[in-house]
Nanobody, 118 residues
Framework: QVQLVESGGGLVQPGGSARLSCAIIGDLYGSFFKMWYREAPGKDRERVAVLAEVGPIWYDDSVKGRFTISRNNEGNTIYLDMDNLMPKASDVYYC????????????WGRGTKVTVSS
């Protein structure tokens, strides 16, 4: 029912910054947690940031102090601002939403790849 479309990835210099966007296409009813995930090559997809109605409530230790999750006023776009990116192989970032009562999540989007390289 709801489509998630990630964008904003690309090649970033080590120590650089990027802003990822997640467009939520469709209507969400109720209270939702909004999240960003990161998937390294050959690794499991891992959650890196969670946004509740009150604001950011959790970051993975690997991104604390460097990444910021937020949304627009309409609530139909999720952002991930990434600072001081560290050099590594390309990671694919995905967004998702989870209903606060049912814990149901939407289908994954295609993700957006971020490559940090000099």
């Amino acid at each position: 029912q709801v489509q998630l479309v990630e964008s904003g990835g690309g090649l970033v210099q080590p120590g650089g910054s990027a802003r990822l966007s997640c467009a939520i296409i469709g209507d969400l009813y109720g209270s939702f947690f909004k999240m960003w995930y990161r998937e390294a090559p050959g690794k499991d997809r891992e959650r890196v940031a969670v946004l509740a109605e009150v604001g950011p409530i959790w970051y993975d230790d690997s991104v604390k102090g460097r990444f910021t999750i937020s949304r627009n006023n309409e609530g139909n776009t999720i952002y991930l601002d990434m600072d001081n990116l560290m050099p590594k192989a390309s990671d694919v970032y995905y967004c998702n939403v989870r209903h606060s009562l049912t814990n149901a999540q939407e289908n994954w989007g295609r993700g957006t790849k971020v490559t940090v390289s000099s």
